[in-house]
């Protein structure tokens, strides 16, 4: 990196992130600990097979691998002790504000129990370290045999009497290739209904029509990955006119072989078009990463300086779904540090 001290000023700097999800970002350690409470059979048993097994084949493997890691909570505690360890984490990097997707374990426990659960760690983490959290409760689409009006309904409800009490939007994961997007129109009908935002994942394993699809059934403000966008023109001339925002994931879309390499990424193209986009980490420890490593690939790619990262950031936490007061506030909570001219760089590790 040209300046040493935008990366100094990354690591140490407020952060918001919207795309991020809760058992995606559960460790492999915590994993192995509730397979075993929670009597859950796995094809690892310790964490050098734990590395082994995560080496993605492809973007349903890494959906498979993913099912059977959620499939290790089974209770409310479960929810919260992973909740905790993720903010903990959250806190370290200086991360303020998270939008954070959720997958309800709909087998083995009510929904209630879940969001209190969720709740109790992020009245803890606002107590401990001053950073706060809201969810994305997600329809996975992962699982073939499903029928997606009724799935979609169940988890729309759901999302639906979780707001006001920190539910902010409903989202829409896993396997795009198993269901078309229009399937979930029953859910997304739920949540329109209530005034409820959706977010829904495309233009990652699936291209350019995915997109259009989601634009057409959801209404997003903002599409998770979408990075596939640069395949159509008019694709991106939309995002741009509707400045729709997208969440970009760098080193996720390199394991799940989006993109061959970090050169071929299309967020410098994105970026360069006008279309609105926030970095994040998506699933950290299944792609060996963090918010702030990631923040750093785009920064020296872009040759940001401070300014510009921190012109990102405020941009990032303008495009959280947080009510007019709430995103105010955040807004003058990262903002305060960045008065560049305090900015010790004698103080920071690099
Ligand atoms: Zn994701």
């Not at 992962?142 to 009724?150: H, L, Q």
Request: charged residues 25%.
């Amino acid at each position: 990196m040209k300046n040493r001290s935008v990366k100094a000023f990354i690591q140490s700097m407020p952060k918001v992130e919207l795309h991020v999800h809760l058992k995606g970002a559960t460790r492999p350690e915590t994993i192995l600990k509730l397979a075993k409470k929670n009597n859950v059979e796995l094809p690892a048993k310790t964490l050098p097979e734990m590395a082994k097994w995560f080496e993605f084949k492809s973007f349903n493997h890494f959906i498979d691998i993913y099912s059977l890691n959620a499939s290790c909570f089974a209770e409310p505690e479960d929810v919260e002790f992973a909740a905790r360890e993720f903010l903990a984490e959250q806190a370290r990097q200086n991360i303020v504000y998270t939008e954070v997707t959720y997958t309800i374990n709909q087998r083995k426990m009510p929904f209630k129990p879940q969001l209190e659960a969720l709740n109790r760690a992020k009245a803890w983490a606002q107590e401990e370290f001053g950073i706060s959290m809201n969810y994305v409760i997600d329809i996975p689409r992962n699982f073939e045999n499903m029928d997606p009006s009724a799935f979609s309904t169940l988890f729309a409800t759901h999302a639906v009497q979780g707001m006001g009490n920190g539910v902010i939007a409903l989202g829409l994961a896993g396997k795009e290739s198993t269901h078309a997007v229009a399937d979930f129109s029953d859910g997304f009908d739920i949540a329109k209904e209530a005034g409820l935002p959706i977010i829904p994942h495309a233009g990652e394993a699936m291209g350019a029509q995915s997109m259009f699809d989601a634009i057409e059934h959801c209404d997003p403000p903002r599409i998770g990955h979408g990075v596939r966008c640069v395949e159509d023109k008019n694709l991106m001339a939309l995002l741009k006119e509707r400045q729709i925002h997208l969440e970009i994931s760098p080193t996720s879309n390199i394991c799940l072989g989006i993109f061959d390499s970090m050169a071929d990424h299309s967020f410098a193209e994105i970026a360069a078009a006008g279309i609105p986009y926030s970095i994040n980490s998506d699933d950290p420890p299944y792609f060996n990463t963090t918010l702030t490593d990631e923040l750093i690939i785009v920064a020296e790619r872009l040759n940001w300086t401070i300014e510009d990262v921190q012109a990102h950031m405020l941009k990032t936490a303008e495009a959280t779904l947080l009510p007019d007061a709430e995103k105010a506030a955040l807004i003058s909570k990262i903002s305060q540090p960045f008065k560049i001219d305090d900015f010790r760089l004698d103080s920071m590790t690099t």
